[in-house]
């Protein structure tokens, strides 16, 4: 059973022009929460994250929004620029109540393009 | 600071073989954890260490199997490869692992034929 699902498999977006890419997740334990890009053949590089105690966080043209209610979470990118194109992964995880343990479940990935 | 370094970048294997893939964190960080990434599963956790210590398990198979050293150094070994190991093994660092960013390395691209 998928945990965290991002489903839209592409988005397409024109340069200047706001990308908003979407996260579902079904595990109400996730109290923390992550974007990573990743380009072809590298490792995932880590954008945002956002503590499930907030429902906002900004970092330059990044803004992540958490609907906990909604089990939701969305990514903001204003502007978008061609150098943004890359595959966004949305990642969660559980603090366990020993607070030691930590691993990040992904959801599949949105493969974003800006086009100039 | 020097970032997540993975090694060897690219591996060819056959089924049956057994294969190490190592993997050094950001210096200070002692928590170093697995993934595997297929087109069709996407990231998969694999195993945290933290202190030497296993800490975190996914589901896989026993062949997965993974190690790390006194100086937060980890390795992972799989044994009697199979066709569908063939992924990017990506290995990302943390201070402690507790809510905190992991930083991943560019990972290795393990080719099963």
């Known amino acids: 059973d998928q945990q965290v699902k991002q489903n839209s498999p592409s988005l397409s977006v024109q340069e200047g022009r706001i990308s908003i890419l979407n996260c579902d997740y079904t595990?109400?334990?996730?109290?923390?929460f992550l974007w990573y890009k990743k380009y072809p053949a590298e490792g995932p590089t880590f954008l945002i994250s956002?503590?499930?105690?907030?429902d906002k966080n900004e970092d330059g043209r990044f803004t992540v929004f958490l609907n906990k209610s909604a089990k939701h979470l969305s990514l903001h990118i204003v502007p978008s620029q061609p150098g943004d194109s890359a595959v966004y992964f949305c990642a969660a995880s559980v603090r366990n109540s020993g607070g030691s343990n930590y691993k990040l479940t992904f959801g599949k990935g949105t493969l974003l393009t800006v086009n100039p | 600071k020097a970032g997540v370094t993975q090694t060897p970048r690219y591996l060819i294997k056959t089924r049956g073989q057994q294969v190490t893939l190592s993997c050094s964190p950001i210096?200070?960080?002692?928590?170093v954890s697995w993934y595997q990434q297929t087109p069709g599963q996407g990231l998969q956790f694999l195993f945290e260490y933290f202190s030497e210590t296993q800490r975190n398990k996914g589901n896989f198979p026993g062949r997965f199997s993974g190690r790390q050293f006194s100086n937060s150094r980890s390795e992972m070994n799989v044994s009697t490869l199979e066709l569908g190991d063939s992924a990017l093994y990506l290995c990302?660092?943390?201070?402690?692992?507790?809510?905190?960013?992991?930083?991943f390395g560019p990972g290795t691209r393990l080719l099963v034929l």
């Open positions: 595990n109400s334990m996730f109290d923390y």
């Open positions: 210096s200070g960080h002692r928590s």
């Open positions: 990302a660092s943390s201070l402690s692992g507790y809510q905190e960013t992991q930083y």
């Open positions: 956002i503590s499930s105690i907030k």
